[in-house]
């Protein structure tokens, strides 16, 4: 199931130069290539950096596993809610309305 995650990290003195440094390159792009998203995208959120990724989650167990590494490793907050494409909502409204 597609799920949209939006997270957000913090402006701090730490993360500003990870900014500088690099660092914070190395970090989003180990949980991007852990979370393999469908698309993602960057830029502020919520007045910080950040970005909203669309990512495949099979169960409601796995949520831990993928958003852990935002918590743990950026300090970021995360929002993560079911999305779909066009077609997931047609196909939804033809089994509700026929």
């Not at 914070?24 to 960057?42: D, H, M, N, T």
């Not at 970021?76 to 196909?91: H, K, S």
């Amino acid at each position: 199931m597609r799920f949209m995650l939006k997270f957000s990290v913090p402006t701090t003195d730490e993360t500003n130069a990870w900014a500088r440094d690099g660092t914070i390159r190395q970090k989003i792009g180990s949980a991007f290539e852990a979370l393999q998203p469908e698309v993602a995208y960057f830029g502020p959120t919520d007045g910080t950096r950040g970005g909203y990724w669309v990512i495949n989650i099979d169960e409601a167990s796995d949520i831990p596993l993928k958003v852990e590494p935002f918590f743990q490793e950026l300090g970021a907050r995360v929002e993560i809610f079911p999305v779909m494409t066009p077609e997931d909502l047609g196909a939804g409204l033809q089994q509700r309305y026929g």
